[in-house]
């Protein structure tokens, strides 16, 4: 089921955030919260256009940011533009933290598209 597959791609992150990163590993990682998030206003974009105007389809968009380690100073730009991208779109950021550090960024993008 879904919920299955969700919880063992949760556990897979939670095993490779526990493990020691190079430092080119360390780099994709923080360009993949960015690069999520684009995706996800893009697949949120295209699918909100495609729909519309349909009356039985009236979602409002969110978009789950679940992550294992803490904020570097290279995605602060480019996420934050994603934050803002998300709140003009009208798009609600939830931010879960699995990790013992916290995130600024990710406090920050639930605070700003919050309801």
Not at 18 to 44: F, K, T, W
């Amino acid at each position: 089921s879904m919920s299955e597959i969700i919880l063992d791609r949760i556990k897979k992150i939670m095993k490779q955030g526990a493990q020691q990163q190079d430092p080119q590993q360390q780099q994709q990682q923080e360009v993949s919260l960015s690069g999520g998030l684009s995706r996800a206003l893009c697949y949120i974009n295209r699918y909100s256009s495609r729909y519309a105007a349909s009356p039985r389809h009236k979602a409002k968009p969110r978009i789950l940011c679940l992550l294992v380690a803490g904020d570097t100073p290279l995605q602060y730009i480019p996420v934050m533009n994603c934050i803002f991208a998300a709140q003009h779109a009208g798009v609600v950021i939830d931010a879960m933290v699995v990790g013992q550090s916290d995130s600024a960024l990710l406090q920050q993008a639930a605070h700003i598209t919050g309801p």
